[in-house]
């Protein structure tokens, strides 16, 4: 069964290919885009320049990642609200609301990252 490390952006791009994939590989593929993108600082600089290239013709998926992560934190900060309000009544639910607040803090980075990615390959410049 392969591995999405050993797979190439353009195959993974392929439904059929990811059909194939485990679930929790797929699970990765839904929440991080970066398997879906060409290293573009190995090899040569023809190599390099190929690679940014696609990475700028595939940028477009990065609002979809953002828009998933959007509604992870929506769903956190929610959780957020609801568990502090029953926190006063059972203090057993701290720990539940350090998830949510991790998950919270996660979401929001993958947000940002993923906006601040596609606005970097949108400006960026071949080598």
Not at 63 to 80: E, K, N, T
Request: with cysteine; proline share 7%.
């Amino acid at each position: 069964m392969p591995t999405i490390a050993r797979l190439d952006a353009e195959e993974l791009a392929r439904p059929e290919r990811r059909a194939s994939l485990p679930f929790l590989h797929v699970l990765r593929l839904y929440l991080d885009p970066s398997p879906l993108f060409k290293n573009a600082s190995a090899g040569t600089r023809l190599e390099q320049a190929m690679a940014l290239e696609y990475n700028r013709r595939n940028r477009c998926i990065l609002p979809v990642y953002a828009q998933r992560w959007s509604v992870i934190a929506l769903l956190s900060f929610l959780g957020l609200a609801w568990l502090g309000a029953a926190a006063q009544a059972d203090p057993l639910l701290c720990v539940p609301i350090l998830g949510c607040a991790l998950a919270l803090a996660v979401a929001v980075a993958a947000v940002l990252v993923n906006l601040a990615v596609y606005v970097v390959l949108g400006i960026a410049k071949s080598p």
